[in-house]
């Protein structure tokens, strides 16, 4: 399972002195920004590919609080994608220095085009790429009705 560990800093407690909800947010971002350059598929690569990876929903559960004074783990696994690789959904758990789960969060997202800035499919050389990594048990092949079960989605930005 891949990992990411964290150091929580100053800025990223709030008033109750715990970690704020859009640290985790955060940490996912970079979490799953890492695994991908660490497996061939950063910045630079995607932006020759001329892709990019757009959130369309976070759902967070927190279980536990955490505080400053020790590392937080995020983890990372394929929870869905689409048969063309257009969207695809991650969870992530976020782990204290004890292994203890103390919070998860799923995120679904899609692929852009970054010079028409549309949904597209994935070159078969990232989708064979996400298709291979680690996946959860409840993983699920990604439908375009998918990505609406959630609330409304604003247009078809495909077309």
């Known amino acids: 399972m891949y990992l990411k560990e964290f150091e929580i800093r100053w800025d990223d407690v709030d008033a109750n002195r715990h970690l704020h909800n859009s640290a985790y947010i955060d940490y996912m971002s970079h979490t799953r920004m890492s695994f991908f350059s660490d497996k061939g598929f950063g910045q630079r690569h995607l932006a020759e590919m001329n892709l990019g990876p757009v959130a369309l929903y976070e759902r967070m559960y927190y279980f536990k609080e955490v505080f400053p004074g020790a590392p937080i783990r995020v983890s990372i696994e394929l929870?869905?994608?689409?048969?063309?690789?257009?969207?695809?959904?991650?969870?992530?758990?976020?782990?204290?220095?004890?292994?203890?789960?103390v919070g998860r969060c799923e995120m679904l997202g899609a692929w852009i085009d970054l010079k028409k800035r549309k949904l597209v499919p994935l070159p078969e050389e990232l989708f064979d790429f996400l298709d291979h990594i680690e996946k959860t048990d409840d993983f699920k092949t990604l439908t375009k009705e998918d990505t609406r079960r959630h609330g409304q989605f604003p247009e078809d930005l495909s077309e």
């Open 79 to 101: 929870k869905g994608l689409s048969e063309e690789g257009t969207f695809f959904e991650f969870r992530h758990n976020f782990y204290d220095q004890n292994g203890k789960n």
